[in-house]
């Protein structure tokens, strides 16, 4: 059993400009997000890679380690949150939607179609010490696809990924966080090591295994006594990864 902290986050915007989307309060401005990474260094957090969890560094992970998982790979990853990581020397975790790369996030309607990381983004952002996993082929909800589909959306993003990046991906995040019993054993059958959920609709939180990681979303609007108590209801998951 692990303790460690896993956040999720989606979507990045510039300071003042205006949440766009159904789901505004995914998407974070630079500068609170900025503030969020503060909080984390001040509280003796230190960040590491999900392979971290499986293959402890020789020095050992940190006292109080955390993961920034990034879903769905949008441009304004690169744009608004990079520079806040590097400037505190802090790495994030990005899950990249393999058959969209370089094109627009069209799976939401709700939502407005966010340019996508290019393949050679992602090169230079795994270069700048970035762990990269896979998003599926297309963000489809898993849990409602054949045995065919099933198997494309892990195996092929998985090879797609792993071309581009000169390893394959270790890790998947399914989308909508959303997995049932089948999608965990192709995930494993895929050759992935793990995989990430999030704790949302999970009926018991505290349950978080190697084919389901619980990662708890940060809320983009709210002020950063809720994003301190979050991380407190993170703390509370155990991860049994072994
Ligand atoms: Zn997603």
Redesign the pocket.
Known sequence: MIRCHLLCY?WFRADGAEARGARADLEIEASRFGRQLDLLSESGFGTIHLADLLDPPPAGLPARPVVICV??GSACFARFALPELERRGLCATLFAVAGKLGGRADWDPGEPPRKLLERGQLVELQSAGCEIGS?GMT?RDLRTLGDAALRDELVRSRDLLGEALGRPPGFL?Y??GACDARSKAFAAAAGYRGACAVALDAPDLLCSQRFCLMRIYVMATEPLLGFALRLLAAGWIRHEVS
Do not use: F, I, L, V
């Open positions: 989606h879903d769905d998003h963000h995040a989308p909508y």
